[in-house]
């Protein structure tokens, strides 16, 4: 069955770090997006990708980075760590735009 | 600016009883609407979606009505059951547009 895979799913990093969190669908969707989940503003766009070698900043972007070198994959790059980035985060992706995203489990990111 | 607007953090039903939803929207662009339900530790899943062409759409138990001159949709369920204690996210996409915009949650949690 086609899926979504996050990892990790928990992490602790300290502040000045930078860390990457890993996204990996099988569904062979164009379109991947990274979210944040935070209690009181649901759920944030944080960067988002159409295609291959395709990204676009979402609504809270800044201090956080992502490629696309392939269809799979849309690591989840946070330059230099902050407490303010302490965070659910969730990767998604779709086949289509207005249809429903898919998305992953959650990596439960911890600054400190 | 939030453009999707869920204005109840909690929702308290007796299982058997109807739960009501609700939705509340600020772009009048928005013209394809889907509620998403979350379990803790797992990703959203999609649950059921509707386009600006309809005022209603049914799936099983779950019903969504919408609005479009109150720019205001809701989610019925009924009977409500204790699975169905989750939170529930509403998102909105524009034409065009490839990315959802979502809500703030409503945390639904039925009694026995």
């Known amino acids: 069955d086609a899926e979504i895979t996050q990892s990790p799913r928990h992490k602790i990093t300290e502040t000045g770090r930078q860390v990457t969190l890993a996204c990996h669908q099988t569904w062979n969707h164009n379109n991947m997006f990274w979210y944040r989940q935070d209690l009181g503003h649901g759920l944030r766009l944080i960067h988002y990708?159409?295609?291959?070698?395709?990204?676009n900043k979402g609504e809270v972007s800044d201090g956080y980075s992502v490629s696309r070198s392939n269809t799979e994959d849309l690591p989840l790059t946070l330059e230099s760590a902050a407490s303010s980035q302490t965070s659910v985060y969730f990767c998604?992706?779709?086949?289509?735009?207005?249809?429903?995203?898919?998305f992953g489990q959650g990596t439960r990111l911890t600054v400190v | 600016d939030q453009q999707v607007k869920q204005n109840s953090p909690s929702l308290s039903v007796q299982e058997g009883r109807i739960s009501i939803l609700n939705c509340d929207y600020t772009?009048?662009?928005?013209?394809?609407f889907l509620w998403y339900k979350k379990y803790p530790a797992e990703g959203p899943t999609f649950l059921i979606s509707i386009s600006s062409i309809k005022d209603k759409n049914e799936d099983g138990r779950f019903t969504v009505f919408l609005n479009k001159s109150a720019k205001h949709l809701s989610l019925h369920i009924v009977p409500s059951q204790p699975g169905d204690s989750a939170v529930y996210f509403c998102?909105?996409?524009?034409?065009?547009?490839?990315?959802?915009?979502f809500g703030q949650g409503t945390r639904l949690t039925i009694n026995p």
């Open positions: 998102a909105a996409i524009g034409q065009g547009a490839q990315k959802l915009v």
């Open positions: 990708s159409y295609g291959v070698q395709d990204t």
């Open positions: 772009n009048s662009m928005f013209d394809y």
């Open positions: 998604a992706s779709s086949e289509r735009a207005r249809g429903k995203a898919f």
